[in-house]
């Protein structure tokens, strides 16, 4: 197979990793810096963030790896043509640090590290805030895919009550309690003090952080917002946590990247801006998996990843 890189914003680590683990057999051109690509030859691309115009005139294209566990950017791609199959990362050494992500998150908010910090700045010695324990803290993640669950091991791990929620049934183990679908999600919402956002960003999940979700959670709930920027309705946060129902936030992602300098959440003193850092790919880990995918392409297999387009993730 012939295979087509782009990958924005990389040192160049990955696609090293990528080149020696495809080996002699396949032909790897870069986007960036090859001339004389011979486009209709290309059977595969392997990208992330690919410019507007990158998949035209590849027409004997079949098959993409996505550099990333989200998809939303590619899928909405505009030469992304319709019938193409294409492959997410699972993991790839991003539930590690998502799991830390999402747990410094958690310690923030249940150890109220911004009324210390806000206390800080005016010199006060704040004895009397009190924080409440691990077990009393209730911990929801929408989401129980390759990070979901990750995230909820840790943090049961930690002594957090932690419950997930997903589109279909899942059996996690025990103590993490498990719901799904659109009956349950109440009940899910009014136990989480900390909220997690792991979903993928389709249809079904835009706009999903918005006021009528907020106000279902318990008074003083955090939230955490790793997914993706499109899920949160911006306004609606701001006004939760002005008027105090929601006591916080962490957000690692925006509906434009990089968050423009205006942005009200860079001052909000309760918001914590992080820039999409929250877990990132390692290169050897995602090169072996598109490795792994490639083969299982050519012996006719299904691909672990693949996304099923129509559903969006
Ligand atoms: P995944 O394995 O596909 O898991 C997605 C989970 O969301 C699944 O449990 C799925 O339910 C559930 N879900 C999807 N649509 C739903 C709906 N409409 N209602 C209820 N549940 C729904 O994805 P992942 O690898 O864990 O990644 C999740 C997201 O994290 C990515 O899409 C990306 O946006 C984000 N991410 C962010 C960073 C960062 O650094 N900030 C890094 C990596 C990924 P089922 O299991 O029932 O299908
Ligand atoms: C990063 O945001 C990813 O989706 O892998």
Same mark, same amino acid.
Not at 5 to 15: A, I, K, P, T, W
Not at 25 to 51: C, E, G, Q, Y
Not at 107 to 136: C, G, P, T, V, Y
Not at 273 to 295: D, G, M, R
């Given at each position: 197979?012939?295979f087509?890189?782009?990958?924005?914003g990389e040192d160049?680590?990955?696609?090293?990793?990528?080149r020696?683990?495809l080996?002699?057999?396949?032909r790897l051109f870069?986007w960036?810096?090859?001339?004389?690509?011979?486009?209709?030859?290309?059977?595969a691309?392997?990208?992330?963030?690919?410019?507007d115009?990158?998949?035209?005139?590849?027409?004997?294209?079949t098959?993409?790896f996505a550099?990333?566990a989200?998809?939303?950017h590619?899928l909405q791609?505009?030469?992304?043509p319709a019938?193409v199959?294409v492959?997410r990362l699972?993991?790839?050494?991003?539930?590690?640090?998502?799991?830390e992500?999402?747990?410094?998150?958690?310690?923030?908010?249940?150890r109220?590290m911004q009324?210390?910090?806000?206390a800080?700045?005016?010199?006060?010695?704040?004895?009397? @805030? +009190? *924080?409440?324990a691990?077990?009393?803290?209730?911990?929801?993640i !929408?989401?129980?895919?390759?990070?979901?669950?990750k /995230? $909820?091991q840790r943090?049961?791990?930690?002594?957090y009550?932690?419950?997930c929620?997903?589109?279909s049934?899942k059996q996690?183990?025990s103590?993490?309690?498990?719901?799904h679908?659109?009956d349950?999600?109440?009940e899910?919402?009014?136990?989480?003090d900390v909220l997690?956002?792991?979903?993928?960003l389709?249809?079904?999940?835009?706009?999903?952080l918005?006021?009528?979700l907020?106000e279902?959670?318990?008074p003083?709930?955090?939230?955490?917002?790793p997914?993706?920027?499109?899920?949160?309705?911006?306004n609606?946060? @701001? +006004? *939760?946590?002005?008027?105090g129902?929601l006591?916080g936030?962490? !957000?690692?992602v925006?509906?434009?990247e990089?968050? /423009? $300098?205006?942005h009200p959440f860079?001052?909000?003193?309760?918001?914590i801006?992080?820039?999409h850092v929250a877990a990132k790919?390692?290169p050897a880990k995602?090169?072996e998996q598109?490795?792994y995918?490639?083969n299982?392409v050519?012996?006719?297999e299904?691909?672990p990843?693949?996304?099923n387009?129509?559903?969006?993730?």
């Amino acid at each position: 197979m012939n295979f087509l890189y782009y990958c924005q914003g990389e040192d160049g680590s990955l696609l090293n990793a990528v080149r020696e683990q495809l080996g002699e057999s396949h032909r790897l051109f870069d986007w960036l810096n090859d001339t004389d690509i011979p486009l209709k030859d290309i059977d595969a691309a392997i990208v992330w963030l690919p410019p507007d115009e990158f998949f035209n005139g590849l027409d004997n294209l079949t098959h993409v790896f996505a550099l990333a566990a989200g998809v939303d950017h590619l899928l909405q791609h505009p030469s992304l043509p319709a019938e193409v199959n294409v492959v997410r990362l699972r993991d790839a050494g991003m539930a590690e640090q998502m799991a830390e992500y999402a747990l410094y998150g958690t310690l923030h908010a249940q150890r109220k590290m911004q009324e210390f910090s806000n206390a800080q700045i005016n010199h006060q010695w704040s004895h009397d @805030i +009190s *924080a409440k324990a691990a077990f009393e803290t209730r911990l929801g993640i !929408l989401g129980a895919g390759a990070l979901g669950t990750k /995230v $909820a091991q840790r943090l049961s791990l930690n002594g957090y009550p932690v419950k997930c929620w997903s589109r279909s049934e899942k059996q996690l183990p025990s103590p993490i309690q498990s719901l799904h679908g659109q009956d349950t999600i109440d009940e899910f919402l009014n136990q989480s003090d900390v909220l997690v956002c792991l979903l993928p960003l389709t249809e079904a999940t835009q706009g999903i952080l918005n006021s009528e979700l907020f106000e279902k959670l318990p008074p003083g709930a955090f939230l955490i917002n790793p997914g993706r920027g499109g899920h949160l309705v911006d306004n609606d946060l @701001i +006004s *939760a946590l002005d008027s105090g129902h929601l006591s916080g936030a962490l !957000l690692d992602v925006f509906h434009n990247e990089p968050l /423009v $300098a205006e942005h009200p959440f860079w001052n909000h003193p309760q918001v914590i801006v992080t820039p999409h850092v929250a877990a990132k790919s390692v290169p050897a880990k995602s090169a072996e998996q598109i490795i792994y995918s490639i083969n299982c392409v050519e012996r006719g297999e299904t691909p672990p990843g693949l996304v099923n387009r129509l559903r969006g993730y």
